[in-house]
């Protein structure tokens, strides 16, 4: 009786456990609760199980963890409200990772056009590639005048940056990153003078010749040195011009989405948050 009644105590403490946990947020150390309390009770594979942990692994942000949970559950799934709770954290995990797209086609087919979950995602795609902008009136003011805000903004085109740092500097000045151009300019530049420095000296002694075009002139230059500087200093400066020119332009992007769009963001985690939360039983 004594050890029935131990075990009703810590049943009923696992469960008041997880639940308080789930309420503070702590949802990494909730799921170890839960399972706990369903271990107490005799765990069955059963769908509901396997979708909570799943919805717990996924608010916790353990992805991986989610997604190998889903996986095995998926066969004991027998009702429609199932396999859309299982698209519902499909959904979430791939807007956790930035893919707009994904997470709405996992849901889409269990969503009518009027949700406003489904809405939210198609906005927030539309604002990060430019699209033409959805209705938003739906959404908090404060929401909506940061949207405003970011659509009156150009962002940069990283190929294009990239495209215009054939002339050392001018991609990261496109991106607005003007000590990364400065910097740039004047080593390309100057590896590129040393490069036709070395083309202009004569191989046989230490002078500089001045360019003309004979037969005389072009078998005397040292086209060994030419080259080594060339490939290995200005191809390579100029390879890393362009990199720092898409990298600039991909920073400057982040740092207006991140600026204008995480209110979106955190408007869109917030309503999968509470229907996830549902899914636990």
Do not use: W
């Not at 962002?155 to 054939?166: D, I, M, Q």
Request: hydrophobic share 40%.
């Amino acid at each position: 009786m004594i050890i029935l009644l131990l075990c009703l105590a810590l049943n009923s403490y696992s469960e008041a456990a997880y639940k308080e946990l789930l309420n503070e947020g702590d949802f990494y150390r909730a799921c170890g609760e839960y399972k706990r309390f369903k271990f107490n009770n005799g765990i069955e594979d059963t769908a509901d199980y396997y979708l909570t942990v799943a919805s717990i692994y996924a608010l916790s942000k353990r992805n991986e963890s989610s997604i190998a949970i889903l996986d095995k559950g998926f066969t004991y799934e027998s009702s429609e409200e199932q396999m859309k709770n299982e698209a519902l954290i499909r959904s979430y995990l791939s807007f956790l990772s930035g893919s707009f797209s994904e997470a709405i086609f996992e849901y889409e087919d269990f969503s009518d056009g009027s949700d406003t979950l489904l809405m939210s995602l198609k906005l927030i795609r539309s604002l990060v590639l430019k699209d033409d902008t959805l209705p938003f009136e739906y959404l908090p003011d404060s929401i909506k005048k940061q949207i405003e805000i970011y659509n009156r903004i150009d962002l940069k085109n990283p190929l294009l940056a990239s495209s215009l740092s054939a002339i050392p500097g001018l991609g990261e000045a496109y991106a607005g990153d003007y000590v990364a151009a400065t910097r740039d300019f004047m080593l390309t530049t100057s590896v590129t003078v040393l490069a036709v420095m070395a083309f202009l000296k004569n191989k046989d002694s230490f002078t500089f010749d001045k360019p003309e075009f004979s037969s005389s002139y072009f078998k005397t230059r040292d086209y060994l040195l030419t080259y080594l500087i060339y490939s290995s200093l200005v191809v390579r400066f100029q390879n890393g011009s362009k990199t720092n020119s898409e990298l600039s332009a991909e920073k400057y992007n982040t740092e207006i989405f991140k600026k204008y769009l995480v209110p979106l963001h955190s408007y869109i985690e917030g309503i999968y948050r509470t229907r996830m939360l549902k899914i636990i039983k």
